[in-house]
């Protein structure tokens, strides 16, 4: 059993009240407050989150593009320096090796994000493909700490500490520049559906960048957030997590996510024909989003059930607290996937579930 690992702002954590829990192998904070007060101020205001946890791999070399189109679904030629791009990494069944965040960086310079759970996978993974190429893939998950800034007032906090201007900086591009005396990687990215930054900077200046963040963010209303208010973010997002809405058996057609498939990009990817074959033919399974009604959640594993046979099983659930009801999503048969019918048993009773198109609410990160 592998120790439990601790991201640079641990001490930073606990200083202030987080409560620590075992996530992928990192001692990491589902809360500090209150997972529905932090979730609430993000919307409202701003969270400041420690990703750290998450992974990042630089892949270098005279065919960095080459391999990456070959093992990401999604097409990096299109990406230009300062450029991010969300891509699926496939199997060649088509199911999922992870989702995960391309940076380029510069000519055949690329820096990958990746899940904390996947990242030892994930660079077996890359590696291994890479012998077929001029390519260079490092682990370099250790030289970085991740703040994530969220929220409609993220822009206005990190401006009074940026030494670059972000008043153009577009959606899903990052620019390189000093944040409170620190260098950063500043990168127009998230997993709440807000607007917001991703921060990456050196493991050593951490701690003293996050202080700054929350000493200069909280006369805004900017509060610390933990994994659990990052979780409803996201699932009122409608934004999948590795492990739930999509594995190594659910792919893109299975999770709606064929928009991170580029099938007429040149050359052959990892995974292409699984994925044409079973876009033809129809999965059979599909992924769909409910709301309950009420406040009961549908925790992962509970039955999907229609007509008192099941039919599916829940991947995701949680309580909205802007709807102020549970939500989820499930891995159903595609025959039912539309059927308004459906219902999620309880203790072994039945309740009627709305299925819902994400998000459940309405975001423009893009704003």
């Known amino acids: 059993m592998s120790e ?8 930073f954590n606990v200083a202030h009240g987080g409560r620590m829990v075992d996530f992928a192998g990192w001692e990491m904070p589902v809360q500090y407050e209150s997972i529905v007060e932090e979730h609430k101020s993000t919307r409202a205001a701003a969270g400041l989150f420690d990703v750290s946890h998450m992974g990042e791999a630089t892949v270098e070399g005279p065919e960095a593009e ?19 791009l969300y891509s699926l990494m496939c199997y060649p069944s088509g199911g999922v ?39 260079a893939v490092t682990n370099v998950s250790s030289e970085y700490g991740l703040i994530a800034l969220q929220g409609p007032k993220a822009f206005s906090i990190l401006s009074e500490l940026a030494s670059v201007d972000l008043s153009s900086l577009g959606y899903y591009r990052f620019v390189e520049g000093k944040v409170a005396g620190f260098d950063c990687l500043i990168s127009r990215t998230g997993y709440t559906g807000e607007v917001g930054v991703e921060l990456f900077v050196s493991t050593s200046d951490t701690a003293a960048l996050a202080e700054a963040l929350l000493e200069k963010g909280k ?18 997002a409608g934004y999948s997590l590795y492990g739930h809405e999509i594995d190594d058996e659910i792919g893109p057609v299975e999770a709606n996510l064929m928009w991170t498939v580029s099938l007429k990009k040149a050359g052959d990817f990892i995974g292409k024909e699984a994925i044409k074959t079973k876009r033809s033919d129809g999965p059979a399974k ?68 709305e299925r819902t198109k994400p998000p459940f609410l309405p975001l423009n990160p893009q704003a």
Do not use: H
């Not at 904390?116 to 993974?125: E, F, I, L, P, R």
């Open 97 to 135: 090796v992870d989702d995960l965040l391309v940076y380029r960086k510069g000519l055949n310079r690329y820096l990958l994000c990746l899940n904390a759970a996947n990242v030892a996978k994930d660079v077996a993974w890359l590696q291994s493909e890479a012998a077929k190429f001029d390519v």
């Open 66 to 84: 080459a391999f990456l189109n070959y093992v990401l679904t999604n097409d990096v030629s299109t990406m230009d320096d300062g450029k991010a």
């Open 219 to 236: 006369p805004q209303g900017l509060v610390l957030a933990g994994l659990g208010a990052r979780d409803s973010l996201r699932l009122e």
């Open 286 to 353: 599909k992924v769909v989003f409910f709301k309950t009604g009420g406040r009961r959640i549908a925790r992962p594993g509970t039955d999907i059930v229609l007509d008192g046979a099941k039919v599916g099983t829940v991947v995701s659930g949680t309580f909205s607290p802007i709807l102020n009801e549970a939500i989820g999503s499930a891995l159903v048969d595609a025959s039912v996937a539309k059927s308004d019918s459906l219902a999620v048993d309880l203790r072994g009773k039945s309740f009627p579930i």
């Open 4 to 11: 439990t690992q601790r991201t640079p702002l641990y001490d």
